[in-house]
Every structure is written in structure tokens, then in C-alpha cells.
């Protein structure tokens, strides 16, 4: 496995892959699909402040993790939220793993204090993830999504950057 910045070549893989969860699951609440563009200036206007990371399996795309801003008020500037897309191919491999325990590592180190993970509900593979990695679940939002006719809780988890194992 590689693990390395994302970068340019990573826009097209990455959007097809969000725009497979846009389109088929409630893992992801947008309804339209990005264009490659699109995707590209979301990453663009916060690689500055927010690392972004791309994972290579077997010499192929195998997925991408990401933080951003949480809130917008400035006392949320410690605050990232996280994400992280596997392809289907590499899932039950550690890719997620690995490549989430990475974005961790780089957020702890560019000073962040709270990663949070929000996770539609339910979705034990992602919220086993979280806990394998030290996040702690700290609530659920009932029904606070629509898609595909039905409404859809989300679950947060917390993890405190400064005091993970290095």
C-alpha cells in the first residue's frame, strides 16, 4: 500500500468514487453528482489548511481521506471533520485503516486538537473503524437526513488529537 498527498491525478478516481456513494447509498446525503471540476475546487480551496490523502493498493486507486472545516465560528478553528471513501475492491483489506490512522497522524501534527466522524446510521464497518482508531461515539441525530424516500440518522464520533499515540 502507498499512502501519499493527493494531488491532481486523484481528482477523476475520488469523484467517481464519491459520485458511486451519491448515487447508490445514504452514506453520502448529496443527491447530485459532482462533476470532476467541482470535486477539484472543493479540494483546491482547502489542501492549504486541511490534508488530504490518497491510498494505492495493488497499484491501483483504492481510495482517499480528507478533513475540512467543521463549523464556521472561529472558536471551531482546532475542529476538523473527517472522511474517508474505499473502493468496493479494497474494503476488508486495512486500507481504510491505514490510510485513516495516516490523515490522523497529519492532522494531530499540523496542530488540530478534534477530528469528528459523522457516519449514517447504521453502518457498523465505519463505526468499528472509528473505534479500532481511538474515536469515541459521542451521539446520534435522529432522522436528520431524507434520501431514497426514507429518513436517515447520522452518528458522531469524537477523537482527541493531542492525546492519541503518536
Not at 456513494?21 to 446525503?29: A, D, E, G, K, P
Not at 488530504?52 to 495493488?58: D, S
Not at 474517508?84 to 483489506?93: F, H, K, M, V
Amino acid at each position: 500500500m502507498l499512502i501519499r498527498e493527493f494531488s491532481e491525478k486523484d481528482v477523476a478516481p475520488a469523484n467517481a468514487l464519491t459520485n458511486h456513494y451519491i448515487n447508490h447509498t445514504v452514506v453520502h446525503f448529496a443527491f447530485t453528482p459532482a462533476t470532476d471540476q467541482e470535486f477539484a475546487d472543493v479540494w483546491r480551496k482547502g489542501r492549504e489548511k486541511f490534508p488530504w490523502l490518497a491510498i494505492e493498493h495493488e497499484g491501483r486507486f483504492a481510495g482517499y481521506a480528507k478533513a475540512g472545516t467543521w463549523r464556521e465560528r472561529d472558536a471551531y478553528k482546532h475542529t476538523v471533520e473527517t472522511g474517508i471513501y474505499i473502493t468496493q475492491e479494497a474494503q476488508g483489506r486495512g486500507v481504510g485503516k491505514v490510510l485513516y490512522a495516516e490523515l490522523l497522524k497529519n492532522l494531530r501534527d499540523a496542530g488540530f486538537h478534534t477530528a469528528i466522524g459523522g457516519l449514517t446510521m447504521p453502518n457498523e464497518a465505519s463505526a468499528r473503524l472509528h473505534e479500532t482508531l481511538g474515536f469515541e461515539k459521542v451521539g446520534v441525530f435522529k432522522a436528520v437526513g431524507r434520501k431514497f424516500d426514507a429518513w436517515h440518522d447520522v452518528g458522531f464520533w469524537q477523537i482527541d488529537l493531542q492525546t492519541m499515540p503518536h
